[in-house]
């Protein structure tokens, strides 16, 4: 009897009160399937697909294979925007190694052979007919990049809005996840995606792509009309007059630039371990048998990427950049150039 009128008084009904009050609502759950099949493998042992959010096949909780009706924000047959962004961001990737390749054996890989710039220019104008015409160009260079660019965007935001709908969205508890996000450096559930290191080398990589560009093409373009008179003496000419400017950007270029392009290639060819865990993603304890095979994947990748900035050093940094500024009405021409720029 006295207990059932404490329940009832101002005190028990504060009490029932607080215990329901949480730091997280009981309305946010972790994601789980339902109705699934006993048959189906768990998430520990489905297979993974080589395309995650950002199109680093990381293997997220959104990695399902194509058919899969479990995927969160797929239709039932799995073509869902995920997956059409995730190839887009692919595929684009591949077209753009067409123009490298090009672009390397013109403005290193020949020079380290003629060991002259004077001598490699005939190279360099006869492979602007292939990759440089007004067609091209927009399909070799402009349009991949755009899409490989945008496509990586896409997939973060599509992922984090996935997310915000795993959790409940707007309800209670998605309210109080956000204030302890805020409170917590390290909250239990992250909204965004993990940036990975190759996307992390991506954004940075599109920075000095970007810098590239507005240089080589752009500014010519702007300042004389067109960039026939821009080549490896060019290059030359702004290593002379402004040597530190040039080394940074040029060694930065290459740098990050192989360092992107050979780890995502050998994660779209599934040949390099996984690169989470650099932006406060939580260690996996693994076996030592594991630990050895992913270290010498890292090492192999590693190797590659320094083979490919070497590619890219030998003729680019050892030739172009040692040959010395132009003379005459060129070498007045480019100092206009890189004036307009504040250079």
């Known amino acids: ?136 160009e927009p399909l070799l260079v402009g349009l991949p990049v755009l899409m490989h660019i ?25 309210y109080a996840m956000m204030r302890s996000s805020t409170a917590n450096p390290r909250p239990s559930v992250q909204l965004w995606p993990p940036l990975s290191w190759i996307s992390w080398s991506g954004y940075v990589f599109s920075a000095f792509w970007g810098a590239h560009v507005v240089m080589n093409r752009v500014l010519p373009l702007v300042v004389e009309g067109d960039s026939s008179n821009i080549g490896l003496a060019y290059v030359s000419h702004g290593f002379a007059r402004h040597p530190i400017i040039a080394a940074t950007a040029y060694r930065g270029l290459i740098g990050i630039g192989c360092a992107h392009m050979v780890w995502g290639l050998a994660k779209w060819f599934g040949i390099a371990p996984s690169t989470k865990g650099w932006w406060g993603s939580e260690a996996v304890t693994v076996d030592k048998k594991t630990k050895r095979q992913r270290r010498r994947q890292w090492l192999g990748v590693q190797a590659a990427v320094v083979a490919a900035a070497a590619l890219w050093a030998v003729g680019g940094l050892e030739v172009v950049a040692k040959a010395g500024p132009s003379d005459g009405w060129v070498g007045k021409l480019y100092d206009d150039l890189f004036a307009r720029v504040q250079l």
Do not use: C
Not at 69 to 82: E, H, K, N, V
Not at 93 to 98: D, F, G, K, P, Q
Not at 152 to 174: C, E
């Open 150 to 174: 945008g496509s990586g965007i896409a997939l973060r935001l599509l992922r984090r809005s996935q997310n915000i709908k795993r959790y409940g969205g707007s309800t209670p508890g998605m």
């Open 1 to 136: 009897m006295d207990d059932d009128s404490d329940a009832e008084s101002p005190r028990g009904w504060r009490e029932r009160r607080n215990s329901t009050l949480t730091a997280i609502s009981l309305l946010q759950l972790d994601p789980a399937p339902m109705d699934s099949d006993p048959d189906t493998p768990t998430e520990e042992k489905r297979p993974i697909d080589p395309l995650d959010a950002d199109g680093t096949m990381e293997g997220s909780a959104g990695s399902i294979k194509t058919g899969s009706t479990m995927a969160p924000g797929l239709s039932g047959s799995g073509r869902g925007a995920i997956y059409y962004l995730s190839r887009m961001q692919r595929y684009s990737s591949y077209a753009v190694s067409v123009f490298t390749t090009m672009h390397l054996a013109n403005v290193s890989l020949i020079p380290a052979v003629t060991r002259s710039v004077a001598g490699s220019e005939t190279y360099l104008l006869m492979a602007r007919e292939l990759y440089q015409t007004p067609i091209t």
